[in-house]
């Protein structure tokens, strides 16, 4: 089986290929071929025995989406995509990478023809919805993003389902919680203080929070962000039927909560880290998003995520920290 | 006031036309200046005073929609599209006139800048939802379209609502129930039954009814179509907030009473020009279709239409057959 993963060198692009490399396997057909490509260059994972093309390539650029996919990949996990707060800020590169590099995958995809109609796994986000929201948002939600990432989140969904339709694919899209805690460095992502809120003080740094203790989220790690994807390149097109975007399961807190979970997990002195500095331009867009998701349709096909905040912080501590804090 | 129709060639698009001349003026301001384009030649409108621009051109190929803007049009009224039938017959033509025209449109308007920020009127469909269906499709109901069509149609609405978002136009979309009793010859779409059946016994031909009897559909007039448009066009930004798409109201029935309204209207002796030859693709793409919604936002909002498909076949009588059957 040959492999393709967009946005590769990302965060979750590079623990997807960790786990692929080390599972050597997807749902029991060996993997003996793996395409990883992004902006930036990906790294050469360690320990794959099969055939690997890493590129540096931008997917939106006349001819690369063509090339990519001419090796006829089965499995492909479209992760490429520039974050929430970058494309509110950069509306064409936002539309660019996000919407136009995705259709020019698509389009390749359909244009190679001849019976090739791979699987596409594709991450959206709950960022596709948009407030005013019911307490618990049910799977038959409208989706009316408030940013410009939500908005290219949505169209990519739609133009998944006709490919789909079409039968040029397979897709599935997955609609991502927050990732929660990412490892390393802040994003331009707005979301970022998620994180940050916990993986800085574990690691003896000051935080910054821009948002009220009160403001509700819905997260889940890296580590699930990635057996999510794993689990959506099984479904069939059976199981999931023309309604191919599935919002994820989640463990929905407040700030204040995740600033406790940090307390009860690693003890009483880091959340004094955390430095409050409100910035309205988060605050806004963070108050456009959904906190609190019923995903009876994800849960039915078998997805699973942690139970609690303290799980997440447990999570991080033993994939990012070695289990020491 | 400057006013642009896109798609004005249309059935639509032209009795949009035919009452912006008649009225002379939309919502108390003068149109002094009228643009009217479309892939066929426009008919120059009769009886208009202002300045008329003509021209037979497509949104679509480059440099067209900035051309179409530079004169700065104040309300634009955005028609043109392929209808459902041949989007899903011609997968390349459905997304360049549907989605790359529209959205040629809107980074026209995008990038003149300078404060012009136009309000944009977009005729959606309900075709862009998908069954399964609750028995009344309320305003927060996702999108899942079943067809191309459909799909282009959800996409150009979330473009919308998020140029509006950015500040760059002032967009709202509505969308039509089909549009019955439709004047003229019978066009591609696969909701041209819908009308045949009516019109072509009322004209002394035969029709012919693809589906079963029992299919239930979402029906609006002409007459009130424009109207839609019309009363769309006056709508403010603090009255649509965030959320720019709006189901219209309709009139929910059968074809089968349909048939019964004919009779009931016009007359004993039409029902038997209807021929059953039953079509599985027009049913298939039908059956996917929305039949019944419960449009409260539209309604709240002052939107109006008829109360029974007797009085949609009394405006036909009315604007088609100069009162005469």
């Not at 960790?18 to 993997?31: E, M, P, W, Y």
């Not at 998944?160 to 331009?188: C, H, M, Q, W």
């Amino acid at each position: 089986m040959h492999v393709l993963i967009t946005g590769a060198a990302g965060m979750i692009g590079r623990k997807l290929t960790a786990r692929l490399v080390k599972d050597g396997a997807l749902h029991g057909r060996t993997i003996d071929a793996l395409t990883l490509i992004d902006v930036i260059p990906p790294e050469k994972p360690a320990g794959f025995i099969g055939r690997l093309d890493l590129a540096a390539t931008d997917l939106s650029a006349p001819g690369v989406a063509e090339a990519v996919v001419a090796g006829r990949p089965g499995v492909i996990f479209h992760l490429a995509a520039i974050v929430s707060g970058e494309a509110e800020t950069d509306f064409d590169k936002g539309y660019r990478i996000n919407l136009d590099g995705t259709r020019a995958l698509l389009e390749a995809i359909r244009k190679v023809g001849d019976g090739y109609r791979p699987k596409v796994v594709f991450t959206s986000s709950v960022a596709a919805f948009g407030a005013p929201f019911p307490e618990a948002i049910p799977d038959e939600f409208h989706l009316t993003p408030l940013t410009s990432y939500g908005t290219q989140k949505a169209i990519c969904e739609l133009l998944l389902a006709d490919y789909t339709r079409r039968g040029f694919l397979e897709g599935v899209a997955i609609r991502l919680p927050t990732i929660s805690v990412r490892p390393g460095k802040p994003n331009r992502a707005a979301s970022g203080f998620f994180s940050s809120i916990i993986r800085e003080p574990l690691a003896g740094m000051d935080a910054v929070l821009p948002v009220d203790e009160s403001v509700r989220h819905w997260h889940a790690s890296p580590r699930t962000a990635v057996s999510f994807m794993i689990h959506a390149a099984d479904l069939t097109a059976a199981q999931l039927g023309p309604r191919v975007a599935l919002t994820m399961p989640g463990v929905c807190c407040t700030v204040g909560e995740q600033i406790e979970a940090l307390t009860r997990v690693a003890g009483d002195k880091f959340a004094s880290r955390i430095r409050r500095e409100p910035d309205p331009m988060i605050a806004r867009i963070v108050a456009g998003w959904p906190s609190r998701f019923d995903p009876r349709r994800a849960l039915a096909l078998g997805f699973a995520c942690e139970r609690s905040f303290d799980e997440i912080i447990r999570v991080h501590i033993e994939d990012e920290l070695g289990g020491n804090v």
